[in-house]
């Protein structure tokens, strides 16, 4: 039984993608991370490597959006800060009890 390919739609004996596809899906993935981590560095280096609510510690260090993406939040670097992993949680754990049908 023969597939098609989900970007091209060329016949295939097995898989998803075809051998072109799979190439160009792998370097936008890979491109997107390189972004993504591109943001991130420069994120930290913005808010001075530290937790915006608590400062310098030495807990691990996370990027977080300020407006959440499901409350109309964006990527852009200023809906963006830096939070160590506790306050990460706490806040995040904050924000999900607030979504509406959230079990109480």
């Known amino acids: 039984?023969?597939?098609?390919?989900i970007d091209c739609h060329t016949l295939l004996t097995s898989g998803s993608r075809c051998y072109a596809c799979?190439?160009?899906h792998r370097a936008k993935r890979e491109a997107n991370g390189w972004e993504r981590q591109q943001q991130t560095d420069r994120i930290l280096d913005?808010?001075?490597?530290?937790?915006?609510?608590?400062?310098?510690?030495?807990g691990r260090?996370?990027?977080?959006?300020?407006?959440?993406l499901h409350r109309g939040?964006?990527?852009d670097d200023d809906n963006l800060r830096t939070l160590c992993a506790f306050?990460?949680?706490?806040?995040t754990g904050e924000a999900r009890r607030s979504r509406p049908g959230y079990p109480r």
């Open 22 to 24: 799979t190439l160009t």
């Open 46 to 58: 913005r808010d001075g490597h530290q937790c915006v609510l608590k400062g310098p510690h030495n």
């Open 61 to 68: 260090l996370e990027v977080d959006h300020i407006v959440p």
């Open 73 to 75: 939040g964006s990527n």
């Open 1 to 5: 039984m023969s597939t098609r390919c």
């Open 87 to 91: 306050h990460h949680r706490l806040v």
